[in-house]
Nanobody, 115 residues
């Protein structure tokens, strides 16, 4: 199983970025996909999930600004981030846990929001 994340970068506050994560080696359509982030000195936190039937959930910190979506045909999940704030600066990880309860993580992509 591989999760390949991309799309991070440096953006000014108020700007937008779109993260993508391509999955290989799993039956993508079966699983809930998620995005986590980890800021320096902080624990990794779950910020958005999208189930196989496109039910989404968000952490309060990103609700209304971030949108998670998936493309089952392309086995990919995306995170559209708008109205970015300096406190959104973190390494962002895509994630899946299989029915065997094995966790897989992408390699992480850095998002830096300047004030």
């Amino acid at each position: 199983v591989q999760l390949q994340a991309s799309g991070g970068g440096l953006v000014q506050a108020g700007g937008s970025l779109r993260l993508s994560c391509a999955a290989t080696g799993i039956y993508f359509n079966l699983y809930r996909m998620g995005w986590y982030r980890q800021a320096p000195g902080k624990q990794r936190e779950l910020i958005a999930t999208c189930t196989s039937d496109n039910t989404t959930n968000y952490a309060d910190s990103v609700k209304g600004r971030f949108t998670i979506s998936r493309d089952n045909a392309k086995e990919s999940v995306h995170l559209q981030m708008r109205s970015l704030k300096p406190e959104d600066t973190a390494v962002y990880y895509c994630h899946v846990v299989t029915h065997s309860l094995i966790n897989y993580w992408g390699q992480g992509t850095q998002v830096t929001v300047s004030s």
